[in-house]
């Protein structure tokens, strides 16, 4: 995988479908998968470092990493084989182009067809930088997509402008690094997803309560859980819910599925789960439709 460039965009996959997860399911939306992760799900560093080294995974592919295998995990990554090592640094007319070439573009612009970044990891630094020299190159090109929005600056008594785009951002994250002041103000929607620790990482590496409270600080967020059973829900409560103070209308919950098998079994189970713990019960749609969970 290439290195990071704040003047490019690192892009494992791009495509346009319906986002299949959280409160924005259902909705049209071009995914942009950035590439690299500051966790390795299921994983450890040797064992990714390994997989980097060997670039043997195929495109999509659903295995099981060392954490899983022994028992020190439930789950491994499944996107592993995208943000890992396939793709690399795009100029940012890429993105452009390819609405343009795919008739999508002024959808993507006016927001009927919301932008998700995703990955990997999009938080990391140097795709935070990348993004916002991103959108600035592209109001650049077209003014047209520049917008903003005034507030009053408690600092300075005084009203200000924060940039936004007509287009709608959001943003997947695992919560685990802050986001920028000037990310936080593009961004329309924030889905953080932070990982338990059936996802064999510590709670060091999964939790870093700056990020989680810098998250709460938006004006649309959900916390968006993977659970399989009930301690899960515990967990989630104890480490995130509580200490957080994380509105029940901000979490919602979904089974972990990677294809149909139990599809109907698991989303049943979550939405039992939703009646006893008030949270707000889903599913994953894009495996109900296409048995994938990867670029459809």
């Known amino acids: 995988m290439s290195k990071i460039d704040p003047n490019k965009l690192l892009i494992s996959s791009d495509f346009y479908s319906v986002q299949g997860e959280g409160i924005s399911t259902g ?13 390795t799900c299921g994983m450890s560093r040797l064992f990714t ?9 195929a495109d999509g592919e659903i295995f099981k990493g060392d954490l899983e295998l022994e028992g020190k995990a439930t789950w491994t990554c499944d996107s592993t084989s995208q943000w890992l090592w396939r793709g690399g640094n795009k100029d940012f007319q890429y993105l452009i182009d390819q609405w343009k070439e795919q008739g999508i573009y002024e959808e993507i612009k006016n927001g009927t067809i919301r932008i998700i970044w995703t990955g990997g990891e999009p938080t990391i630094k ?5 993004i916002i020299n991103f959108v600035e190159y592209w109001t650049d ?18 009203m200000s402008k924060k940039r936004k785009t007509t287009a709608f951002h959001e943003i997947e994250t695992n919560g685990t690094i802050a986001i920028g002041d000037e990310l936080l103000s593009l961004l329309d929607q924030i889905n953080c997803s932070p990982k338990l ?8 590496q999964r939790i870093n309560p700056e990020a989680i409270e810098r998250i709460k600080q938006h ?22 819910v509580v200490p957080f103070s994380i509105p029940l209308s901000n979490v919602v919950c979904m ?7 139990d ?34």
């Open 263 to 296: 599809f109907h079994e698991r989303t049943q189970f979550v939405l039992e789960m939703a009646k006893k713990y008030k949270f707000r019960g889903m599913t994953r749609l894009h495996i109900s439709a296409w048995d994938k969970t990867l670029n459809v």
């Open 126 to 130: 140097g795709h935070q930088e990348a």
């Open 141 to 158: 090109q077209d003014p047209s997509v520049r917008d903003f929005y005034t507030y009053f600056n408690l600092e300075t008594a005084e």
């Open 197 to 204: 620790s059936n996802s064999g990482m510590t709670a060091k």
């Open 255 to 261: 089974p972990g599925l990677d294809s149909q098998t």
């Open 219 to 240: 004006s649309n967020y959900q916390f968006k859980f993977v659970i399989s059973n009930e301690e899960d829900i515990k967990e989630l409560f104890r480490d995130f």
């Open 27 to 39: 909705i049209p939306a071009y995914f942009v998968r950035l590439g690299n992760c500051n966790l």
């Open 49 to 57: 470092n390994g997989l980097l080294k060997e670039a043997a995974l």
